[in-house]
């Protein structure tokens, strides 16, 4: 038996297929096709959770993704999801569930005492009570967070994967109950591509609540079916089920969310858990159903009080007795539809309390001739029962609907259905920012204007409550749909049913009570936030006037409720209260997502080592082989430095930059940029976009160029090489290669279409193997056949030749200050050409160095880096490199560097920097003044900008910016550290450190 | 004459020779390295005949001149780029076939304003095929890969495939994507594929 509330057959459940749950560690059962929710009333569980802030105990009130108190934690740590509604929680084998509200349990609750504290609990409470002072909010909030209770996160990583993908269709169509159906039928016939969206596993929407009713003469779920097979048949229809679309954004872009692998007792390992897919549509269909609306009377948060349709969904869908005796409380005819599916179940009802004056309406009818216990004109004034309704107390409604007269009868019952009217599902509608309309006949906000033409509403969703309507239209919307993406759907043909809404009602807001409002009795409008009528009255006089100012003072319809049941009453309740139009207080914003969805989908699978791209050299292997730590430039993993065996960073680098000044080290090189050039104008293209003269530098010769941006400063240099007389190759910084093509290609396309000129990027056609130190020429000569001499190919030069048998490109140029040659050989040879210079190599102990050597190695020469040098705020005077600024031409960022703050004597400005204790290395980005303070604020100069120990110079080296720096050479200022240290240093002559004549490069 | 043993492809370091023998060719997804591809991008004026006559008479393949069009088949293939570029391939080709076709079209170019640049050691060629290939390719990539949108077999577009840039060259209609990417950048994608198609894999 899988619950004692079970009926013994019906539904879309599984009688013979039970199944294992826990709920706050108590084993039940429940069948295959239960909700968490429909599983726990079918074992007579009603109370599931304590409410957000006054702890009251609370019942399951829906059957869908509106609940706003069923509530749980699912799963154990790390597998565990807060948040989950329990009516949309698929049962399976295993699953674990928990209030989540509640401590030390659901049973007996601490918190309870904000119950007969509630008086000090009004609206706006907390931003009354915890603002001063405010720096303690910190601490006030860790305990109203605990105890408000809202779940808890896993402590540990999440263990599942997740997926995410693009997709694209014609036609989306959200939600599959008769409209969406009809629709995706018509626009699949049609021969679109369609995608219907369904939050629940099963398709067939209200249908699978309802009890009787009738499509083309037969019983409704037929029809659901032969529709559902012929879409699986439809290649082009792609059907979701257990996929919720939590969001609409511009231009037919959709967030959806399908769950995978959590209906499944063992999730396979391939499969992801959830998947994101965000689908781009040309045209939308929105059949989302609607949504039964409570009726807000006093102490309506009991256990035990649902909405009628929730009744009659857990009766007719999961075969289960949501109580043994039932008060229907009504103001329009749906409501009798649950009295009469609970007579058929077996359930007593008491009576069908009806605010209306006369029962009127199709269902209404049949409910009278069935002899049910009516009782117009009366309204339920209160209800009781601790932890489950016992009874209910009802009373004559006044011709105002304001106030009750008379006296009071009390129902005994164990279970309240009740419904207020019902209320289209506008969320996607309005956050594609579509305008929506009053409906006075239905009382309710209906689709009006959609801000995105592809875009329109069907059924329920749309305001057309009646079988009929909901076919019809949805057909017609699917038809056009397509239509209108180019497929003839011919004339829409649409299934017959009933046509019968829930009229007639009488709409009331705010069920009045015997005792005035607030007082001893609670008119709850939002259960999940708390929030009841006297709270909404409260804050309207407070002054709030703007519905979105009422929403976020008393959080009603915030978070993850957004609104679902209570948003409607509560703009009625301040209607009322103003004395205005309903429509005329207006709708708050509606916000993604509908129901909550996993961060995991937002992260898929681009986590851990897929987290960003690792940008390998061809010659990566032989680093990994050979022990190098690495270091992150850009998306690029760069041999940082190399230790050996015992070797600590500062030995490792030590070593490295000796061994280049005094035999031989090789760089990995690969990663600088590398731009082709051709074309007649090449020469003069490049003229404009770096600082200095191009025009006549010869075939076979390189030149370094500092590149500006307009506004003067800095953006790039390189090296840059003429191999033919139209045909140049520059060279960029590692970090910089992709967006100096883009500036150059900006340039090329939109400033100088004239010039005849073409860039390609071919950084990594080549692997680049740089050689440095006195017996670079010497390893050459070994295993190359170039012409080497000095005369031949001096600094500076350039020769195409080969280098361990492959055709290369060797380039004398040196970023070491040592005799180097930079070898340019095809991507797929540089492993071999690398492992050969390494062998021939050993004779002069060929050192591999890393970025950090190289930082040293060019320090000491004084060569900037850019980026580390300069921040974008640097020019080139301000480096002291005026001699690379021609006066002569125009280039990129001329203009700027004459503009008068450019020219100010107290720019920052790139200077050397030695400390007077050798052995002291300033830490890079150390400030530097003139004076020290006692204490900071003291007036600062610039700082350091790069700093190390330089084992060639026997001392420390740095280099720093610093206000008008190029007129304190010699000067003293101090760098004060952090702990009080201060350390004295000098202004140097020049930021030259080692070999200040360029002799070893040139040799 | 160059050793070809030498060479090395891009994904070279993942053994994947031995691995692709083990792959099922009913597989939903199959991916393969398809290695050391010779490619030459071409840039030039398309308006002028004698530009085009003179690749076509170098190259042996008309250059297509409609977007995101390609010309030959899978071994040699003119894919568009731009209106004025192009991407010339030749797989399984003689190593020193790209600076061949590159000569033959400098030489055939001389005069003219254009520009050809040997670009194959750059790339890496990655085939994704199999039924579910396109629905590999989706998850990181925003093109509409369906055939009544993409254009089916001989069709090429230049998007990026999680966080790459890539070119996309539909080659078959089983479908099969012959997917180009930097070099530097294979390594990461084709991880990044191989965990994509991992649901699939045990279909």
Redo the contacts between chains.
């Keep these: 038996m899988s619950g004692r509330m079970r009926l013994p057959h019906g539904g879309q459940v599984d009688h013979n297929k039970p199944l294992n749950f826990t709920f706050n560690g108590k084993s039940y059962r429940g069948l295959t096709g239960d909700s968490l929710a429909a599983a726990l009333l079918a074992n007579g569980v009603h109370l599931v959770g304590r409410s957000f802030k006054y702890h009251r105990p609370r019942g399951i009130v829906t059957a869908g993704p509106e609940e706003p108190n069923a509530l749980v934690q699912v799963g154990e740590d790390p597998r565990s999801d807060p948040n989950i509604k329990a009516t949309q929680l698929e049962l399976v084998e295993g699953l674990s569930a928990a209030s989540q509200n509640a401590w030390p349990s659901v049973e007996f609750d601490v918190g309870a005492i904000n119950s007969t504290a509630a008086r000090l609990i009004p609206a706006g409470f907390y931003y009354k009570t915890f603002m001063w002072p405010a720096s303690a909010w910190k601490t006030y909030e860790h305990f109203i967070r605990r105890a408000a209770g809202l779940g808890t996160s896993p402590s540990q990583r999440d263990p599942d994967r997740y997926?995410?993908?693009?997709?694209?269709c014609d036609v989306l169509v959200v939600g599959a109950g008769p409209a969406g159906l009809a629709a995706a039928l018509a626009a699949g016939r049609a021969g679109a591509?369609v995608v219907l969206v369904e939050q629940d596993h099963l398709l067939g929407g209200a249908l699978l609540s309802a009890s009787e009713e009738l499509i083309d003469g037969n019983p409704a779920l037929d029809w659901v079916r032969a529709a559902e097979t012929e879409l699986r048949q439809m290649p082009g229809v792609r059907i979701l089920t257990r996929t919720i679309a939590y969001g609409a954004f511009d231009h037919g872009f959709f967030g959806l969310m399908e769950n995978v692998t959590d209906h499944l007792e063992e999730a396979?390992e391939?499969?992801?858990r959830h998947r994101l897919w965000?689908l781009?549509t040309k045209q939308t269909v929105f059949c989302s159903g609607s949504i039964e609306r409570p009726l807000v009377f006093a102490d309506n948060d009991r256990p035990g009080v649902m909405t009628a349709s929730a009744v009659q969904s857990y009766v007719n869908r999961y075969a289960v007795k949501p109580g043994k005796r039932a008060v229907v409380f009504t103001n329009n005819d749906s409501g009798y539809g649950a009295a009469l599916d609970m007579v058929a179940a077996g359930i007593e009802v008491a009576a069908v309390v009806d605010a209306r004056p006369m029962a009127t309406g199709p269902l209404s009818e049949r409910a009278e001739a069935a002899g049910l216990r009516i009782l117009p004109d009366r309204v339920i004034v209160g209800t009781e029962g601790r932890k489950r309704v016992s009874k209910v107390r009802v009373a004559d409604l006044n011709a105002e609907g304001d106030g009750v007269v008379g006296a009071v009868e009390e129902i005994a019952c164990d279970l309240v259905a009740n419904s207020g009217g019902w209320n289209p599902t506008v969320h996607l509608f309005c956050q594609s920012k579509g305008k929506l309309r009053w409906d006075e006949t239905h009382a309710c906000f209906v689709p009006d204007q959609a801000m995105q033409a592809s875009q329109r509403s069907a059924g329920a969703a749309n305001g057309s409550f009646g079988l009929a309507s909901c076919l019809g239209e949805g057909a017609e919307a699917g038809a056009a749909a397509a239509a209108d993406t180019g497929f003839d759907a011919g004339a829409p043909v649409a299934a017959e049913a009933e046509d019968r809404d829930f009229l007639p009602g009488r709409w009331l807001w705010l069920v009045p009570s015997d005792k005035p409002l607030g007082k001893k009795a609670k008119h709850f409008v939002d259960q999940q936030n708390d929030v009841t009528a006297a709270d909404l009255k409260l804050a309207l006089r407070e002054g709030y006037i703007s519905i979105e100012h009422v929403k976020r003072y008393t959080t009603t319809g915030m978070a993850t409720d957004q609104g679902k049941l209570g948003n409607v009453n509560a703009i009625g309740i301040v209607a009322d209260a103003f004395g205005r139009p309903l429509p005329e207080v207006g709708v708050t914003t509606f916000r993604p997502p509908f129901t909550p969805v996993s961060f995991g989908i937002f992260a898929?699978?681009?986590v851990d080592?897929?987290l960003?791209?690792?940008?390998?050299?061809?010659m990566?292997?032989w680093h990994e082989r050979n022990g190098a730590l690495f270091e992150d430039v850009g998306q690029?993993r760069r041999p940082w430095y190399y230790p050996q065996y015992g070797e600590d960073m500062h030995g490792a680098v030590n070593r490295e930059v000796k061994a280049v000044r005094e035999s031989l080290g090789v760089l990995d090189a690969s990663t600088l940029g590398k731009i082709?050039i051709?074309?007649?104008d090449a020469a003069e293209f490049l003229n404009r976009v770096y600082t200095n003269a191009w025009l006549k530098l010869d075939v076979g010769r390189c030149r370094y160029g500092l590149m500006l941006g307009e506004d003067g400063m800095v953006m790039d240099d390189g090296v840059t090489t003429r191999l033919g007389e139209q045909h140049f190759l520059m060279t960029t910084t590692t970090g910089n290669a992709a967006p100096v093509l883009a500036h150059l290609e900006d340039y090329l396309q939109t400033e100088w279409p004239d010039l005849?000129v073409?860039l390609?990027?071919?950084?990594?056609?080549?692997a680049t193997i740089t050689l440095s130190g006195p017996n670079a020429r010497r390893l050459m000569a070994e295993i190359s056949d170039a012409e080497l001499s000095p005369n031949a190919l001096p600094h500076m030069g350039f020769t195409a030749a080969r280098v361990a048998?492959?055709?290369a490109r060797i380039f004398r140029i040196s970023f070491t200050g040592e005799l180097s040659y930079e070898i340019n050989v095809?991507?797929?040879?540089?492993?071999?050409v690398w492992q050969t210079v390494m062998t021939a190599g050993e004779r002069y102990g060929i050192t591999p160095y890393g970025t950090e050597s190289m930082h040293v190695l060019r320090a000491e020469k004084g060569y900037i880096i850019v980026g580390q040098e300069t921040d974008g705020s640097v020019n080139p005077l301000d480096l002291d490199m005026g001699w690379i600024v021609s006066k002569t031409k125009d280039f990129i960022g001329k203009r700027s560097l004459t503009r008068e703050d450019m020219l100010k004597p107290d720019r920052k400005q790139l200077v050397g920097i030695l400390t007077k204790d050798p052995e002291e290395v300033l830490p890079e980005g150390a400030q530097l003044v003139e004076q020290v303070l006692k204490e900071p604020p003291m007036p600062m100069l610039g700082h350091v900008t790069s700093s190390y120990h330089s084992p060639n110079c026997g001392r420390s080296i740095a280099m720093a910016l610093v206000k008008g720096g190029l007129a304190k050479k010699g000067e003293t200022l101090f760098a004060p550290l952090e702990g009080g240290k201060v350390v004295p240093c000098v202004v140097a002559d020049s930021p030259v450190f080692f070999d200040p004549d360029g002799e070893r490069m040139r040799g | 004459m160059?050793?070809n043993y030498?060479?090395?492809?891009a994904l070279a370091?993942l053994g994947l020779e031995g691995r692709a023998a083990t792959d099922e060719a009913e597989a939903p997804v199959r991916l393969h390295e398809r290695v050391?591809p010779a490619a030459v991008?071409l840039?030039g004026d398309s308006d002028d005949p004698g530009f085009l006559e003179a690749v076509k008479l170098a190259a042996g393949l008309d250059l297509p001149l409609a977007p995101n069009t390609t010309r030959g088949d899978e071994r040699r293939a003119a894919l568009w780029l731009g209106p004025d570029e192009w991407l010339l391939l030749h797989h399984d080709a003689e190593p020193d076939a790209e600076?061949r076709l590159a000569a033959k079209l400098r030489e055939a170019l001389a005069g003219r304003?254009?520009?050809?640049?040997?670009?194959?050691?750059?790339?890496a060629c990655i085939r994704v095929a199999g039924p579910r290939a396109a629905?590999v390719i989706?998850?990181?990539?925003?093109?509409?890969l369906?055939p009544?949108?993409f254009g089916g077999a001989g069709r090429c577009a230049q998007s990026h495939l999680?966080?790459?840039a890539v070119t996309l060259h539909q080659v078959s209609h089983e479908p099969a994507f012959d997917v180009y990417t930097?070099?530097?950048?294979s390594?990461?994608?084709w991880?990044?594929l191989s965990?994509?198609a991992?649901?699939y894999?045990?279909a």
């Design positions: 997926d995410k993908t693009y997709a694209h591509r396979p391939h499969l992801p965000k781009r898929g699978r681009d080592d897929l960003d791209p690792i940008r390998r050299t061809p990566h292997a690029w082709d051709q074309g007649p005849k073409y390609t990027s071919v950084t990594e056609q080549f048998g492959v055709p095809p991507a797929s040879f540089g492993m071999a | 160059v050793e030498l060479r090395q492809s370091h050391l991008n840039r600076s304003h254009s520009a050809v640049t040997e670009v194959g050691e750059s790339l629905d989706a998850k990181g990539c925003p093109l509409d369906h009544s949108v999680a966080k790459t930097r070099r530097s950048f390594d990461y994608l991880r990044w965990d994509a991992r649901e894999a045990e």
